[in-house]
């Protein structure tokens, strides 16, 4: 299962919950602090303290910032929601 690492009130973040959404795909959430310097499980799945964060098990891909993270949902993901 895909998990998203961010916290509410991110716009970035809400952007990609909106297109996992869109897409059908499940999803865990792991909700961190606002506070950047009090994300230390962000920074050891991905290097880096930012969000949000998109860890995929199956493929062993993370991917970090909004943008890329809906670039990759979509060229990877798009019609498996909707064939399984």
Do not use: N
Not at 50 to 59: A, I, K, M, Y
């Amino acid at each position: 299962m895909l998990e998203l690492y961010q916290f509410e009130g991110c716009p970035y973040c809400a952007r990609v919950r909106e297109t996992l959404d869109e897409l059908g795909l499940d999803y865990a959430v792991r909700t961190v602090p606002r506070d950047r310097a009090l994300r230390q499980r962000v920074e050891k799945v991905s290097g880096q303290r930012g969000v949000p964060v998109l860890v995929d098990p199956e493929t062993k891909q993370v991917i970090v910032d909004s943008e890329a993270i809906v670039t990759w949902l979509r060229r990877h993901h798009a019609g498996r929601a909707l064939s399984e």
